[in-house]
């Protein structure tokens, strides 16, 4: 009985480990989305804050330079950047081993976030 009860303990755990992950990947995976999504709305938020300023936006660089924002090193993960006068774009790529972890997530001056 003992064995039928941890056998369905552990089927329910791993079920719902899944929904905690989306698509399949790895919990560390996940935490790593997490964290780039929040970079990105910072640069962006950084970005808006440029233009009110400079009227253009602003490379990852001069955002850097200017103290603007401190973009953090996550491993796996490379951020690179565009700004001109009307419009920003700023990518996070996936640099890891999982498979199922998006390859590119990015944002623009409509903030809104998108993955692929």
């Known amino acids: 009985m003992l064995i039928v009860v941890v056998g ?11 929904t905690i992950t ?4 790895a919990p560390t995976t996940a935490v790593d989305v997490t964290g780039v999504r929040n970079d990105l709305l910072a640069i962006a938020n950084a970005e808006r804050r440029y233009w009110v300023s400079n009227s253009k936006y602003a490379s990852l660089d001069e955002l850097r330079t200017n ?3 401190h973009i953090p090193v996550r491993p796996n993960y490379e951020y690179s ?5 009307n419009a920003f774009k700023i ?6 081993s999982d ?9 623009d001056q409509s903030m809104a976030i998108k993955t692929n």
Not at 8 to 18: K, N, V
Not at 81 to 85: K, L, N
């Open 8 to 18: 369905i303990g552990g089927y329910l755990y791993t079920r719902q480990a899944e």
């Open 22 to 25: 989306p698509g399949g990947m």
């Open 67 to 69: 103290g603007d924002i």
């Open 81 to 85: 950047g565009e700004g001109s006068e």
């Open 91 to 96: 990518v996070a790529a996936y640099t890891g």
């Open 99 to 107: 498979p199922k972890a998006p390859r590119r997530i990015t944002v």
